[in-house]
């Protein structure tokens, strides 16, 4: 399924991504999802899914993570290295600028209600990264049980995110392993 691509071509891409992506790291699967699965068909859905996956389990931003991940498929080292470019550069060059004038939008009226309206758009957009992930995944009695006891750890322990995820990675890996030792 890879195409070859251009790196120039490989950083507009991810410079308009990065220009568009309000929200963090979550926002990022269907904007990755449509641009690289849908309009160009350049990965697969499930690559998409799995950087996504290994993207939220690495120290780093989510979206400079998937970044790196789809460029290396699509362009190797450089690949990785352009994408991640092209994603921070709006980003960062936006908040160099609005570092320069914070003080006078916090007051704004206008500025607080885009950044409510943002905010509630960002909510809408986690909600359907949730409901492709949940789509998508293959469901069975494992998955039923470590979801639960994942809601569970977060609602009753307050496990940081961080250590969810490496206290379940952990528990994943070991289920794996006592079921090959069975077959």
Known sequence: ?????????????????????????????????????????????????????????????IAANMSMFIGYKLRGKWGAVVAMIGVTFVPFWSIVLLA??????????????????????????????????????????????IFILTLGTLLLFKLSPIQTILLFSLFGVGFKRLRKGRV
């Open 100 to 145: 320069s004038v914070i003080g006078s939008l916090t007051e704004n009226s206008y500025v607080q209600g885009a950044l409510w309206g943002v905010g509630v758009s960002v909510i809408a957009l986690i909600m359907l990264t949730v409901r492709e992930m949940w789509q998508k995944s293959k469901r069975g009695a494992f998955f039923y049980t």
């Open 1 to 61: 399924m890879t195409k070859k691509i251009s790196l120039m071509k490989l950083f507009l891409i991810f410079t308009k991504i990065g220009a568009i992506l309000l929200g963090g790291g979550y926002v990022i699967l269907p904007i990755m999802t449509n641009e690289f699965v849908d309009k160009r068909k350049l990965v697969s859905h499930d690559d998409v899914i799995d950087y996504f996956a290994l993207a939220q389990s690495l120290p780093g931003i």
